[in-house]
């Protein structure tokens, strides 16, 4: 029997943190007079009244959280933040349009970045500083704050955090999961502010430092520019929003191994090594490329600023951050096909980047080359090994399911899409970057255009497929299986 009072309690608490984060933008109201912090006053004053009423909703005898509350908790949990999430815009009438206004807070709380608004600059600043605060709540997960709080109101979480941890696994750096949850949030405070000093200290104002800040640690890619990162040209920033960005990518679990200089671990990491690697020789031959196509037509080109460039869109789109430097589509169709692929890349697991994963990969293909070894030699014992640990066949299994699932709604995305109207460029990019949380992607919703013109319908498909592609799909999908709602 799932409990669902327990459930609405725990959503309450979701709410009424959603509804304390919006208070925090009333200062930036005051300071910059461009709004009078109504919007966003009665939005968290709403919020918490809304979760204190579920709060108050009677416990039962037994306040733990089994499997299925776990998976529940966190999908109505997230769909509650973007419902409510979405009223400071409803309110401020910037975005008055309620399909408009779900779909810029879906993208902000699944970190995916893809924009409706044609002016950003024209926003008051307030709004703008929640829009980039959605990126960062949704970077972490709001859920895995709330494990680390769980203690104080009696409820225990290893199952929320198992259903709500990016990645195919949910590696613990402590024993307990609440202590677990408390440093991955510590990282990434401590990191994110870190970030917004070195910004100021580049030349950015604090506004921005802070809204960017926000937005590079949760792999989002909301700006407050309209050109993106294209507004900053220089290259000290560029080059430290690109370092926080691979540190967004990396593992969490690696992150807090290098703090304590176990260097040794961080590069015995497969994952890591690929991740490392993958960059640094995609970029190498994209740069050179870029360079030679580039110089052709301007000879004073210099090769920094092509491998600048280069580096920036290859980070930006393997962490799904999303940020934009440089138009990549207009540099040629191969280096074009060569970003498309990379919205299917993601980086590591247990970061806040979203997409595929790269565990997965080294997972597929290392199983994919040691099959044709079992075909060669069938009665040999061939283990699965990552990190020089046996994978056990379920997570293969799992890990082939996940591939073969995202695989079938990318396809099926691409068909509803291109059925609507949509040309097929358009529509493979979409639903790419919608389902890899990536945000930028090729055709009309290359990186120098955005989502304003897609149809209501258009826009509310491309907003699930960013909940199911943040909820790793499994989160969503076992919601509508018949076996989930037959009682034990």
Same mark, same amino acid.
């Given at each position: 029997?799932?409990?669902?009072?327990?459930?609405?309690?725990?959503?309450?608490?979701?709410?009424?943190?959603?509804?304390?984060?919006?208070?925090?933008?009333?200062?930036?109201?005051?300071?910059?007079?461009?709004?009078?912090?109504?919007?966003?006053?009665?939005?968290?004053?709403?919020?918490?009244?809304?979760?204190?009423?579920?709060?108050?909703?009677?416990?039962?005898?037994?306040?733990?959280?089994?499997?299925?509350?776990?998976?529940?908790?966190?999908?109505?949990?997230?769909?509650?933040?973007?419902?409510?999430?979405?009223?400071?815009?409803?309110?401020?009438?910037?975005?008055?349009?309620?399909?408009?206004?779900?779909?810029?807070?879906?993208?902000?709380?699944?970190?995916?970045?893809?924009?409706?608004?044609?002016?950003?600059?024209?926003?008051?600043?307030?709004?703008?500083?929640?829009?980039?605060?959605?990126?960062?709540?949704?970077?972490?997960?709001?859920?895995?704050?709330?494990?680390?709080?769980?203690?104080?109101?009696?409820?225990?979480?290893?199952?929320?955090?198992?259903?709500?941890?990016?990645?195919?696994?949910?590696?613990?750096?402590?024993?307990?999961?609440?202590?677990?949850?408390?440093?991955?949030?510590?990282?990434?405070?401590?990191?994110?502010?870190?970030?917004?000093?070195?910004?100021?200290?580049?030349?950015?104002?604090?506004?921005?430092?802070?809204?960017?800040?926000?937005?590079?640690?949760?792999?989002?890619?909301?700006?407050?520019?309209?050109?993106?990162?294209?507004?900053?040209?220089?290259?000290?920033?560029?080059?430290?929003?690109?370092?926080?960005?691979?540190?967004?990518?990396?593992?969490?679990?690696?992150?807090?191994?290098?703090?304590?200089?176990?260097?040794?671990?961080?590069?015995?990491?497969?994952?890591?090594?690929?991740?490392?690697?993958?960059?640094?020789?995609?970029?190498?031959?994209?740069?050179?490329?870029?360079?030679?196509?580039?110089?052709?037509?301007?000879?004073?080109?210099?090769?920094?600023?092509?491998?600048?460039?280069?580096?920036?869109?290859?980070?930006?789109?393997?962490?799904?951050?999303?940020?934009?430097?440089?138009?990549?589509?207009?540099?040629?169709?191969?280096?074009?096909?060569?970003?498309?692929?990379?919205?299917?890349?993601?980086?590591?697991?247990?970061?806040?980047?979203?997409?595929?994963?790269?565990?997965?990969?080294?997972?597929?293909?290392?199983?994919? #080359? +040691? @099959?044709?070894?079992? &075909? %060669?030699?069938?009665?040999?014992?061939?283990?699965? /090994?990552? !990190?020089?640990?046996?994978?056990?066949?379920?997570?293969?299994?799992?890990?082939?399911?996940?591939?073969?699932?995202?695989?079938?709604?990318?396809?099926?995305?691409?068909?509803?899409?291109?059925?609507?109207?949509?040309?097929?460029?358009?529509?493979?990019?979409?639903?790419?970057?919608?389902?890899?949380?990536?945000?930028?992607?090729?055709?009309?919703?290359?990186?120098?255009?955005?989502?304003?013109?897609?149809?209501?319908?258009?826009?509310?498909?491309?907003?699930?497929?960013?909940?199911?592609? #943040? +909820? @790793?799909?499994?989160? &969503? %999908?076992?919601?509508?299986?018949?076996?989930?709602? /037959?009682? !034990?």
């Amino acid at each position: 029997m799932i409990n669902f009072k327990q459930i609405g309690r725990i959503v309450g608490v979701l709410l009424i943190i959603i509804g304390g984060m919006m208070l925090t933008g009333l200062p930036f109201s005051f300071y910059f007079h461009d709004s009078d912090g109504m919007p966003l006053l009665k939005s968290g004053l709403i919020c918490i009244a809304v979760g204190a009423i579920l709060w108050q909703l009677k416990q039962g005898d037994d306040n733990s959280i089994n499997k299925r509350e776990g998976y529940l908790i966190v999908a109505l949990g997230w769909f509650s933040m973007v419902s409510f999430g979405m009223i400071p815009y409803l309110f401020s009438g910037h975005i008055p349009n309620f399909t408009d206004a779900f779909f810029e807070t879906m993208s902000g709380m699944t970190t995916t970045g893809a924009s409706i608004l044609t002016d950003i600059e024209a926003m008051p600043k307030d709004i703008l500083y929640w829009r980039s605060l959605t990126q960062w709540i949704g970077g972490m997960g709001i859920i895995v704050l709330t494990v680390a709080i769980f203690p104080l109101l009696g409820i225990g979480g290893i199952e929320l955090f198992t259903a709500e941890s990016p990645g195919p696994t949910s590696e613990k750096i402590h024993p307990r999961i609440q202590e677990t949850a408390k440093r991955l949030w510590l990282i990434y405070v401590g990191l994110t502010v870190v970030l917004i000093i070195l910004l100021k200290i580049a030349g950015m104002t604090f506004y921005d430092a802070l809204n960017h800040g926000l937005t590079t640690m949760a792999t989002g890619g909301f700006s407050t520019k309209n050109a993106s990162m294209m507004a900053y040209p220089s290259a000290l920033i560029q080059y430290i929003i690109i370092f926080f960005m691979f540190l967004a990518g990396m593992n969490y679990s690696m992150t807090y191994l290098a703090l304590n200089r176990k260097f040794k671990k961080v590069w015995q990491n497969d994952e890591f090594k690929a991740y490392l690697l993958g960059i640094i020789g995609i970029t190498i031959v994209v740069s050179m490329f870029v360079y030679f196509i580039e110089r052709n037509g301007n000879i004073a080109f210099p090769y920094e600023q092509a491998f600048r460039d280069s580096l920036f869109q290859i980070v930006s789109l393997v962490t799904t951050t999303g940020f934009v430097s440089a138009d990549y589509t207009a540099w040629s169709s191969g280096v074009t096909m060569i970003f498309f692929i990379l919205l299917f890349s993601g980086a590591c697991a247990g970061s806040t980047s979203g997409g595929i994963k790269l565990i997965r990969h080294l997972v597929f293909f290392k199983n994919s #080359r +040691l @099959e044709f070894k079992r &075909i %060669l030699h069938p009665r040999a014992v061939l283990p699965l /090994k990552i !990190n020089e640990l046996v994978v056990k066949p379920r997570i293969v299994t799992h890990i082939i399911i996940f591939l073969l699932l995202y695989l079938f709604l990318f396809v099926f995305g691409s068909i509803v899409l291109s059925m609507i109207g949509h040309d097929f460029e358009t529509a493979i990019g979409a639903v790419a970057t919608s389902l890899g949380n990536v945000g930028p992607g090729i055709g009309k919703v290359g990186p120098v255009d955005n989502f304003a013109h897609f149809d209501k319908g258009t826009k509310w498909f491309l907003a699930f497929l960013m909940l199911m592609g #943040r +909820l @790793e799909l499994f989160t &969503i %999908l076992v919601l509508m299986t018949p076996y989930f709602w /037959k009682s !034990n």
